[in-house]
């Protein structure tokens, strides 16, 4: 059974850097994708980051692209998001998530769900 817990949201002026981290277990990681969601409040949950674990490629989404890293350790079997420059629109539940195939920005298809942590950017 896969578990991906996440860590490291909090509070944050705007403009500030958080980093969150997602700790994965229970699986063999070499085949899968693993992405970062976000949900804001009375908003549907939206695609932010992921990357390919084995082949390291990334993709974001328009609204972060440039501020925000996705990266992913291999020993640690850790992903994590680097998010710089942090807007108040960035205030979400952020959450980890991971497909154990090719996946893109749908979130259906991801079958492994962190519980989520809170990242707030106050202005």
């Known amino acids: 059974q896969v578990l991906l817990v996440e860590s490291g949201g909090g509070l944050v002026q705007a403009g500030g850097s958080l980093r969150l981290s997602c700790a994965a277990s229970?699986?063999?990681?070499?085949?899968?994708?693993m992405a970062w969601f976000r949900q804001a409040p009375g908003k549907e949950r939206e695609f932010v980051a992921r990357i390919n674990w084995s082949a390291g490629t990334t993709y974001y989404a328009d609204s972060v692209k440039g501020r925000f890293t996705i990266s992913r350790d291999y020993a640690k079997n850790t992903v994590a998001l680097q998010m710089n420059s942090l807007k108040p629109e960035d205030t979400a539940v952020y959450y980890c998530a991971a497909a154990a195939r090719r996946a893109y920005s749908d979130a259906s298809v991801y079958e492994y769900w962190g519980q989520g942590t809170q990242v707030t950017v106050s202005s």
């Open positions: 229970g699986g063999t990681f070499s085949t899968y994708t």
